[in-house]
């Protein structure tokens, strides 16, 4: 959606998608809007609970049938699995997603790799498409007058018009932009440190993956250390992702810098950053 800044402040029920960078400050912004009338649609958090809710499950009982004790227990339903993944904790979908490398060293082959990649991203496009129904849902069920969509980082490796196309419709899309060295530096640190759930677009991968195997005179990704290389190609990853959000953020949308949203501590600032933006585009 675009807007004139009187067009902005006179809609009534807000919906906003943040887009953006894991780290950017995209959750930041939502958990400090949801105690202001404004429902949270967490992109990641519905992935893993509607749609990669069984593959999770089945991982984990795939585990547990290797220890004798666990697989009477599971065998005769005894005990029970469940996947209690939250909105700031999504560590079964990263347990799930898994690192490219050497299973000795808890990584994931290749073929198995590829086929999470492939079941997220389903999960993703899938979330994005719910979105019109939770808007409908924060409002009539729930009471929310306004609504934040927060989406993955890979929602611009999608490639899917049917997305885009149903989040510009419903929401106006706020890419969230970092600007300077130090706060890029900060964002791949913190993503190294603390890893969230990473989609690689098939074409990246296989060719991030062979300059890698090339580098450090490897023959095969099971040979790899997973943390290694996920350190290594993550830079890479936010490179390739800028004119991707450009791409989508240009024609549709309107760009803060994430300094700027670090300076929100409320609602109404949060407001104000939004009319800066469109003003900006007047």
């Known amino acids: 959606m675009k807007f004139s800044v009187d067009e902005f402040r006179n809609w009534e029920n807000k919906k906003v998608t943040l887009l953006g960078m894991s780290g950017v400050g995209k959750t930041y ?9 404004w429902f949270h649609y967490s992109g990641d958090y519905r992935i893993g609970t509607r749609y990669l809710d069984e593959p999770i499950i089945d991982m984990i009982k795939q585990q547990a049938m290797q220890v004798p004790f666990l697989k009477e227990l599971l065998r005769n339903d005894w005990i029970s699995i469940n996947n209690n993944i939250k909105v700031h904790d999504l560590g079964p979908i990263l347990s799930y997603i898994g690192k490219l490398g ?60 049917q997305v885009i196309d149903t989040l ?19 964002l791949i640190e913190r993503a190294q440190c603390a890893p969230k759930p990473l989609y690689y677009r098939p074409e990246f991968l296989q060719d991030e993956l062979a300059v890698y195997l090339k580098e450090k005179n490897i023959d095969y990704a099971a040979q790899m250390i997973p943390d290694e290389f996920t350190r290594w190609v993550f830079p890479r990853l936010f490179h390739s992702r800028i004119p991707r ?28 950053l939004l009319e800066t933006a469109i003003a900006r585009t007047v």
């Open 29 to 37: 912004l939502s958990n400090l809007l949801r105690d202001s009338e």
């Open 102 to 161: 050497s299973p000795e060293s808890g990584g994931v082959e290749l073929e198995d790799f590829i086929q999470r990649q492939a079941c997220y991203r389903k999960g993703e496009i899938a979330a994005m498409l719910d979105v019109p129904s939770f808007i409908n849902k924060a409002q009539d069920i729930y009471g929310y007058q306004h609504f934040v969509n927060d989406v993955g980082g890979s929602l611009c490796e999608l490639d899917n018009a």
């Open 168 to 186: 510009v419709q419903h929401t106006l899309i706020l890419y969230i932009q970092v600007t300077n060295k130090e706060e890029e530096n900060k």
């Open 245 to 272: 959000y450009e791409a989508i953020a240009k024609p549709h949308g309107y760009t803060v810098t994430s300094e700027e949203v670090a300076q929100v501590r409320d609602q109404q600032d949060f407001l104000q």
